[in-house]
T-cell receptor, first 117, second 119 residues
Framework: DGGITQSPKYLFRKEGQNVTLSCEQN?????MYWYRQDPGQGLRLIYY???????QKGDIAEGYSVSREKKESFPLTVTSAQKNPTAFYLC????????????????FGQGTRLTVV | AQTVTQSQPEMSVQEAETVTLSCTYD???????LFWYKQPPSRQMILVIR??????QNATENRFSVNFQKAAKSFSLKISDSQLGDAAMYFC????????????????FGQGTILTVHP
């Protein structure tokens, strides 16, 4: 079955550590996104990528880094520079808009809950 | 930059009644996509409905319909015959289609509206 897989589901980080959240999709989507969701809040865009080897900062990129070496994968690293990383992180993917078609919406993974201990 | 605003942090409705969730957005683009997503307690994001800005006809999906007012930059969601399973957080989202622009493909969400359905 096609879909988006985020791992791990729960992640604990010690202060000062970098951690990497995995996001893999087998939907053959060009576009991928990372969002942060705080309790009772909306989704804030961290980074997004429309094509391999290219990505753009979202609205809250500070303290985060990404790579897009493969179409299927878009890992997110939460660095020690992110002062308040405890949150729920969602990864999404979508077709490239240039391909047109009805499926322009984003498909989401199950999320990763990151907690600083 | 595009922004999406949901001015109703919480809404409630009686089962079988109708409720409307509001969404406004700010953009200088003429073509874009708008979406409503539902996030139940499981936190899995589920697409409810989509609207292409170049289409004047309002989108409908069973009990869900939108009122798309392009000039007013408004995109409200109407849920008819509300069911207990509709209880969730609802997000409005905007996707830019500005090909070649620095924000091409950017997908921006509003703050969300928590919908409670009373039996």
């Amino acid at each position: 079955d096609g879909g988006i897989t985020q791992s791990p589901k729960y992640l604990f980080r010690k202060e000062g550590q970098n951690v990497t959240l995995s996001c893999e999709q087998n939907l053959n989507h060009d576009a991928m996104y990372w969002y942060r969701q705080d309790p009772g809040q909306g989704l804030r865009l961290i980074y997004y990528s429309q094509i391999v080897n290219d990505f753009q900062k979202g609205d809250i990129a500070e303290g985060y880094s990404v790579s897009r070496e493969k179409k299927e994968s878009f890992p997110l690293t939460v660095t020690s520079a992110q002062k308040n990383p405890t949150a729920f992180y969602l990864c999404a993917s979508s077709i490239d808009l240039g391909q047109g078609g009805p499926t322009t919406e984003a498909f989401f993974g199950q999320g990763t809950r990151l907690t600083v201990v | 930059a595009q922004t999406v605003t949901q001015s109703q942090p919480e809404m409630s409705v009686q089962e079988a009644e109708t409720v409307t969730l509001s969404c406004t957005y700010d953009t200088s683009e003429s073509d874009y996509y708008l979406f409503w997503y539902k996030q139940p307690p499981s936190r899995q994001m589920i697409l409810v409905i989509r609207q292409e800005a170049y289409k004047q006809q309002n989108a409908t999906e069973n009990r869900f319909s939108v009122n798309f007012q392009k000039a007013a930059k408004s995109f409200s969601l109407k849920i008819s015959d509300s069911q207990l399973g509709d209880a969730a957080m609802y997000f409005c989202a905007y996707r830019t289609t500005n090909a070649g622009g620095t924000s091409y493909g950017k997908l921006t969400f509003g703050q969300g509206t928590i919908l409670t359905v009373h039996p």
